[in-house]
């Protein structure tokens, strides 16, 4: 989760971790022998869905991974037209969404209301229900009930949960074990930002680097098939990566993952001050939305709204024939 007033402005290094690789995009295609990514496909062949093989094959074949929060049918329809590979409905809705000031609040019913909205959305891209905090930690049972019912209730296709000790990684063995695919994730962990210290950067010892490696190899042991990097050094994420065997999507990790990922208020501007140094922004929809709203206001209080064009019409003898009966 990155939109937060105070999320991690500070890590230190200029310019860190904006945009991946070059490369082809979409997943589209198919080659053959292992169905998967053609990058030479013709021009308007229909996008296959995403699939757990083929983003494996994205990471074999050094093809940047597109993944963007969605928390609602428009923005799901909105990344579904940008064809990205992966939708996350992440808990960063608490607060690009429901106005709260971090992650905590959102439970998982409010997750399973948001996650229905982006199915109903989506067509090709790989949707993954974030699992709320509280949905996971007290044991591997309320972790498996939790994800069960984000596949079940809201159509997910796989669950992504935080940390990375023992307990995280355990529930990740756990519902992996129940049939259902996990995405790992560490570094800055929002829904444990208070036990980190704040919204800020991690890793920047090597201590507390080594620490982030370890958890990213229990979570990768114990089965998911990605991780998410948040807030970390590019630097310690290029040391990593040799060790990771999974897709390794970064937010704030710098240029050598194997995918990006960037909550949809950030990147299109829906939010006020300019959020995380790592988020590049690509349109100012909260300024448009702004100054929609003041322009219809303004409108309605001088008169200019509605027009002629914006009225029903009805045939004159019909009106007249209403005139004579309401005398
Ligand atoms: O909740 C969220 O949006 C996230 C991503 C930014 C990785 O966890």
């Known amino acids: ?65 597109v993944m963007v929060t969605a928390y609602d049918y428009p923005s799901a329809r909105a990344a579904e037209a940008g064809g990205v590979d992966l939708v996350l409905v992440g808990d960063s809705a608490a607060t ?4 709260y000031n971090s992650t905590t609040p959102v439970d998982l019913d409010d997750m399973l209301v948001l996650a229905r909205a982006v199915r109903r959305g989506l067509k090709t ?12 930690e007290i044991s591997d049972e309320q972790a498996i009930a939790s994800a069960v019912r984000m596949v079940k209730e809201a159509g997910c296709d796989a669950v992504k949960l935080e940390g990375g000790g023992p307990a995280p990684a355990s529930r990740a063995r756990a519902i992996v074990g129940a049939g259902i695919p996990v995405m790992g994730h560490v570094g800055l962990t929002p ?24 958890e990213a190899m229990a979570l990768q042991g114990g089965g998911c098939f990605a991780l998410v990097f948040e807030a970390i050094p590019s630097a310690v994420t290029r040391e990593l990566m040799p060790h990771i065997e999974v897709p390794a999507i970064g937010i704030g990790a710098g240029p050598d993952t194997d995918g990006q990922v960037l909550v949809f208020h950030d990147l299109l501007g829906i939010r006020d001050g300019l959020g995380p140094r790592f988020v590049k922004r690509y349109a100012n929809i909260q300024q448009e939305m702004n100054a929609g709203v003041s322009a219809y206001a303004e409108d309605v209080r001088t008169g200019r709204y509605p027009g002629p064009e914006h009225g029903y019409s009805i045939d004159a003898g019909e009106l007249a024939e209403l005139h004579a009966l309401l005398g």
């Open 191 to 214: 829904q444990s930002s208070t036990a980190l210290g704040g919204w800020k950067a991690q890793g920047r010892t090597a201590k507390a680097a080594a620490r982030i490696a370890s």
């Open 96 to 99: 690009t969404i429901l106005g």
């Open 125 to 136: 891209a790989l949707m993954i229900g974030d699992l709320p905090f509280g949905s996971y």
């Open 1 to 65: 989760m990155s939109s937060h007033p105070d999320s991690p402005s500070n890590t230190g290094d200029p310019g860190a971790g904006t945009s991946g690789r070059g490369g082809t995009s979409g997943h589209t295609a198919t080659s053959g022998r292992t169905g998967v990514v053609s990058p030479d496909r013709a021009p308007n062949t229909p996008r296959l869905p995403m699939t757990l093989p083929l983003l494996a094959e994205k990471k074999r074949l050094g093809d940047p991974i």
